[in-house]
């Protein structure tokens, strides 16, 4: 089984910036694609930002030039750089996994880090 642990969210300003963490453990994600999904107050969860095991990316378009998702196959972890902050950005971030690609089926996720931008 895989564990994935979220970090790094918290209280920032509108412009600033933040970096969240996810680290996985019970086995190797390596090969596995990781996402970023998000769910904010009143709406429904959707997909923020994909890795796969090669390193193509994609995002939402609400985030694109904005938010940056990276891997650390070494250390086992995922990360979202996310600049650029604005209020709409306030949510939970959740962290998943996928073994597939196609269809992706996100079996295992994260409890969720809470990110609040104030205006």
């Known amino acids: 089984q895989v564990q994935l642990v979220e970090s790094g969210g918290g209280l920032v300003q509108a412009g600033g910036s933040l970096r969240l963490s996810c680290a996985a453990s019970g086995r190797t994600v390596s090969s596995y694609v990781m996402a970023w999904f998000r769910q904010a107050p009143g709406k429904e969860r959707e997909l923020v930002a994909a890795?796969?095991?090669?390193?193509?990316?994609n995002y939402a378009d609400s985030v694109k030039g904005r938010f940056t998702i990276s891997r650390d196959n070494a250390k086992n972890t995922m990360y979202l750089q996310m600049n650029s902050l604005v209020p709409g950005d306030t949510a939970v971030y959740f962290c998943a996994a996928s073994r597939r690609w196609v269809p992706p089926s996100y079996n295992y996720w994260g409890q969720g880090t809470q990110v609040t931008v104030s205006s």
């Open positions: 890795i796969s095991s090669l390193g193509n990316t």
